[in-house]
């Protein structure tokens, strides 16, 4: 491993089910997870200091969100609401009836005034963040509502939904102001882009989808998962992404050169949670093992190093005395059996150099030329004639042309041998199509294909009749 390559620091383990939801204390060197199990976790990472493990969900904690000011974390559960807790010892927390269903996000605006929240029953909801006062309600979902972000200005809200669709609202008005429709299946997470210029969305199919949210169009697409591509989230300096998937893989995406620069592995089954700190100095990632993983981001360690000094000189002259006073005060608390394992102590991780392909993916630019992906799709001239053309390639090709079976059956005896040598072209591509279906890996466009042979074949057969040529379908 490359001393710019990232490195695996700190495993915490202490929860009993999957891991769904880490955030970063922005102004604390803390980390709260979120599990199945209805707990809370907040990892402390100085050494003298123990976790704090909340209870108060009779269900499973579907998210975490800290506010801006680190002086309260938020989370959300399938018990249909959503705690405020006070991330010390004392774990002190509010609460409130969020939905009439399963809360599936929550999260902070930028200033830390309002609150957005996400639910089964098909809403978006605003609240006051001081009194926790309901603001408005945003439907127009028809399907769960997986995820709600704030933009980084806290005008915008973007949310993704089980009906396949990812909208955009504006906050000022509360109306949808567009519509991403996501054709073959529905995305899990979506989260604004540093800038507020960009959205990414996390696929069930394990694609990741970049939108500019100026022109609506999509601007980068991501094929790297081999399963459900469960969450996502931004480098604060815009140029990374980092993406955590069921096939048990993290990886790391290059924004600029638009590919996929680091794989990584370690979790024992599929990789459900992951969040950079706020200067990006760090990132952590949880999974169905019940296990919290803490990397260090090293490729960008050179941009950070004087920013990090400056943060442990600090620390380490005001740090010491709150440290004792907690962990003296910690010793009065039953505390829960916590694991905190340092590196290369009990598990094995991997991280690997992806190879540089740039195909079809395009980087960010203010200059970007949006990749347009179309459909398959089938054009019916007329009775006559079809005309088949497909896009998913990459090119348009005739796949068919009969534009002249009405003279086929018109011709006399003496026309057969040139409405044979028409047949034979027409058999000829058949053998075509079905050579492209028998090597095609793209399985939608097979099924297609087999489709447009079968539509063929049966007009083929009708010039049987005429005893013209046998093709034996």
Known sequence: MLSNDPSFEKHFKGHRDNITSLDFNPLQKQLASGSLDSSLIIWNFKSNERAYKFQGHSGAITDVNFASHGNILASSSVDQTVRLWTPTLKGESK???????????????????????????????????????????????????????????????????????????????GKCCHIFNEIKDYAHNVEFHPSGKFIASAMTNGIIKVYDVRSFKLVQHYS???????????????????????????KILDLVEGRPIYTLEGHNGGVTAVNFNKDGEFFASGGVDHQVFVWK????????????????????RSGSGASNKSSN?????????INVCQRKSVLTVQVTRDEANL?????????YDPVNYEED?????????????????????????????????????????????????????????????????????????????????????????????????
């Not at 978006?124 to 309600?137: A, E, G």
């Not at 990374?240 to 048990?248: E, F």
């Open 95 to 173: 609460m409130f009836q969020a939905h009439t269903s399963a809360v599936r996000s929550v999260q902070f605006s930028p200033d830390g005034s309002k609150l957005v929240t996400a639910s089964d029953d098909k809403s978006v909801k605003l609240w006051s963040s001081p009194l926790y006062k309901f603001l408005t309600s945003m439907s127009g979902h028809c399907n769960w509502v997986r995820c709600a972000r704030f933009s980084p200005n806290g005008k915008m809200v973007i949310s993704c939904s089980d009906d396949k669709t990812l909208r955009l609202w504006d906050l000022d008005s």
């Open 224 to 250: 790297c998962h081999e399963k459900s591509c469960n969450k996502l989230a931004f480098h604060e300096c815009g140029n990374y992404m980092i993406s955590a998937s069921s096939d048990g893989t993290i």
């Open 297 to 316: 981001t090293n490729f960008i360690q050179e941009v950070l190093a004087r920013e990090l000094q400056g943060n442990e000189c600090n620390t380490s």
């Open 329 to 337: 005060n910690g010793g009065n608390r039953k505390m829960p059996n």
């Open 359 to 367: 195909e079809s993916q395009s980087a960010i630019h203010s200059n």
């Open 377 to 473: 799709n089938i054009n019916v001239n007329d009775k006559t004639g079809i005309n088949y053309t497909s896009t998913d390639l990459g090119e348009k090709r005739d796949m068919i042309n009969l534009n002249n079976i009405d003279k086929a059956k018109s011709v006399n005896g003496d026309g057969q041998s040139s409405n044979k040598t028409e047949i034979e072209n027409i058999r000829l591509d058949l053998e075509r199509l079905k050579l492209e279906v028998k090597n095609s890996n793209l399985e939608d466009y097979c099924d297609k294909t087999r489709r447009k042979i079968k539509f063929a074949g049966v007009i083929l057969n009708s010039l049987k009749s005429f005893k013209f040529l046998s093709l034996g379908y």
